[in-house]
């Protein structure tokens, strides 16, 4: 950990820690940072997004289970990132003393400062050095202030409420300063200039910075101008054999990038995963005709890997949605690949895929189906066009697949999980 700051965010339920986390992790530099969610409580960046609920309705709670403590623990052991950002559950519990032995410092938040001495001795207990004491107010409008920059920061943060971005905020802007200059004396730098030399490396940062997409050094893709990165690509592509994806970011854009590639005749596909640092080959998953565990209400079921994905799946007309679900009490591997089959579909259909997946997942799925016309949902925002036959497609979004129901779909899923695997207040 010598060249990383690997950060705890800590602090009691209902203290705004999940609006917390996605606002500090947006406004640091994306390229040198990763995020843990190191609790099951079925929480992502998506979280903050405007539709809340809808959000609510793909949320997933699991188990504090020793295996899921354990693949916690390996990835943030594993991340190669020098900024690592881990988000815990609220208890000062055995689980978060285990995870917090993989990390070297801390912020807490928390509603109170009883509530934030509890946090401050759990937290130099396991070694960890004390970066932020912030005490929450949820829900006012008063400002947010420091009141300590030395030795570390103590500070207020107003109104942390679902859906609001608060990149101007005083406390966070202080917070993200404070991670930097350390994330920089700890070799930041050199983690930049890794892997930018290889043969055939389809360095997305700078077709971010050529296209004007990168501000402060992140990258915000624009939907709208898709057919504009499908162009510059498509130059990219002409003539090649291999690709490796380097820091493509969003789902949709992952699955952009392969489509044209496949269109310029190149099956070897590789991205870059910034977990183990390595690139990793793209590849289609096995298909087979196969009968759904059970059908209700024309939703088919299928176990895809047993106690790990399964799919859900709705047809109607020329609609098709397929919604993955992962256990959250454990961690997808990307050798499990060699063990998923998948359901042949209507490929003619318009396909929709929804489903918290990691982006090598997502992207093997996606090249598995040849439908021309394909789609991926980014709760609270809608489904994003990634693949058609007509380039002034690319970017649309629409907010639920034509002919079907979104939310009583999600609500038929949710049920379904819920029932089958309960939850964790933690």
């Given at each position: 950990m010598?060249?990383?700051?690997?950060?705890v965010?800590?602090?009691?339920?209902?203290?705004?820690?999940?609006?917390?986390?996605?606002?500090?992790?947006k406004?640091l530099?994306?390229?040198?940072?990763?995020?843990?969610r190191?609790?099951?409580?079925?929480?992502?960046?998506?979280?903050?997004?405007?539709e809340?609920?809808?959000?609510?309705?793909?949320?997933?709670?699991?188990?504090?289970s020793?295996?899921?403590?354990?693949?916690?623990?390996?990835?943030?052991?594993?991340e190669?990132?020098?900024?690592?950002?881990?988000?815990?559950?609220?208890?000062?519990?055995?689980?978060?003393?285990?995870?917090?032995?993989?990390?070297?410092?801390?912020?807490?938040?928390?509603?109170s400062?009883?509530?934030?001495?509890?946090?401050?001795?759990?937290?130099?207990?396991?070694?960890?050095?004390?970066?932020?004491?912030?005490?929450?107010?949820?829900?006012?409008?008063?400002k947010s202030?420091?009141?300590?920059?030395?030795?570390?920061?103590?500070?207020?943060?107003?109104?942390?409420?679902?859906g609001?971005d608060?990149?101007?905020?005083?406390?966070?802007?202080?917070?993200?300063?404070?991670?930097?200059?350390?994330?920089?004396?700890?070799?930041?730098?050199?983690?930049?200039?890794?892997?930018?030399?290889?043969?055939?490396?389809?360095?997305?940062?700078?077709?971010?910075?050529?296209?004007?997409?990168?501000?402060?050094?992140?990258?915000?893709?624009?939907?709208?101008?898709?057919?504009?990165?499908?162009?510059?690509?498509?130059?990219?592509?002409?003539?090649?054999?291999?690709?490796?994806?380097?820091?493509?970011?969003?789902?949709?854009?992952?699955g952009?990038?392969?489509?044209?590639?496949?269109?310029?005749?190149?099956?070897?596909?590789?991205?870059?995963?910034?977990?183990?640092?390595?690139?990793?080959?793209?590849?289609?998953?096995?298909?087979?005709?196969?009968?759904?565990i059970?059908?209700?209400n024309?939703?088919?079921?299928?176990?895809?890997?047993?106690?790990?994905?399964?799919?859900?799946?709705?047809?109607?007309?020329?609609?098709?949605?397929?919604?993955?679900?992962?256990?959250?009490?454990?961690?997808?591997?990307k050798e499990?690949?060699?063990?998923?089959?998948?359901?042949?579909?209507?490929?003619n259909?318009e396909?929709?895929?929804?489903?918290?997946?990691?982006?090598?997942?997502?992207?093997?799925?996606?090249?598995?189906?040849?439908?021309?016309?394909?789609k991926?949902f980014?709760?609270?925002?809608?489904?994003?066009?990634?693949?058609?036959?007509?380039?002034?497609?690319?970017g649309?979004?629409?907010?639920?697949?034509?002919?079907?129901?979104?939310?009583?779909?999600?609500?038929?899923?949710?049920?379904?999980?819920?029932?089958?695997?309960?939850?964790?207040?933690?």
């Open positions: 010598k060249n990383q700051i690997k950060v965010i800590c602090g009691s339920p209902h203290s705004g820690k999940t609006v917390f986390v996605t606002n500090l992790y406004m530099p994306q390229k040198y940072t990763a995020i843990v190191a609790c099951p409580d079925g929480e992502g960046v998506f979280s903050n997004n405007q809340q609920e809808q959000i609510l309705l793909t949320k997933r709670k699991g188990k504090m020793e295996e899921y403590i354990k693949c916690v623990k390996e990835r943030i052991e594993n190669t990132a020098p900024i690592v950002l881990i988000d815990v559950g609220g208890l000062r519990s055995r689980e978060n003393e285990e995870i917090m032995e993989k990390c070297n410092a801390a912020v807490i938040l928390d509603k400062e009883e509530d934030i001495e509890h946090w401050k001795r759990f937290c130099m207990k396991n070694n960890l050095d004390i970066l932020a004491e912030i005490k929450s107010k949820r829900g006012q409008e008063e202030y420091i009141s300590q920059f030395n030795p570390h920061i103590k500070a207020n943060i107003s109104n942390l409420e679902r609001q608060k990149f101007e905020d005083i406390t966070l802007l202080t917070l993200r300063k404070r991670i930097f200059d350390i994330a920089l004396q700890k070799g930041l730098e050199r983690k930049g200039q890794e892997l930018l030399t290889e043969n055939d490396v389809l360095d997305m940062r700078k077709v971010a910075k050529d296209l004007k997409m990168l501000r402060d050094d992140n990258i915000y893709w624009e939907e709208s101008r898709a057919n504009e990165i499908y162009s510059y690509l498509n130059g990219f592509m002409k003539g090649r054999e291999n690709i490796k994806i380097f820091e493509a970011r969003a789902n949709w854009m992952v952009l990038i392969t489509d044209i590639a496949q269109k310029n005749g190149i099956e070897n596909i590789e991205l870059y995963d910034a977990t183990s640092n390595k690139y990793f080959l793209n590849r289609r998953i096995k298909k087979e005709m196969k009968k759904p059970s059908n209700t024309g939703i088919e079921k299928y176990d895809i890997i047993k106690g790990k994905v399964r799919l859900y799946i709705k047809q109607k007309r020329d609609s098709i949605i397929m919604q993955f679900e992962l256990n959250p009490k454990t961690y997808l591997n499990d690949i060699e063990k998923m089959t998948l359901p042949d579909i209507d490929e259909n396909l929709y895929i929804s489903g918290r997946l990691p982006l090598w997942l997502f992207d093997s799925i996606s090249r598995t189906y040849n439908n021309k016309e394909k991926v980014q709760p609270g925002k809608g489904f994003i066009q990634y693949a058609s036959s007509d380039i002034n497609k690319l649309k979004i629409q907010k639920e697949p034509e002919n079907i129901n979104l939310n009583e779909f999600l609500i038929s899923v949710k049920q379904d999980i819920d029932l089958a695997q309960g939850g964790d207040s933690r």
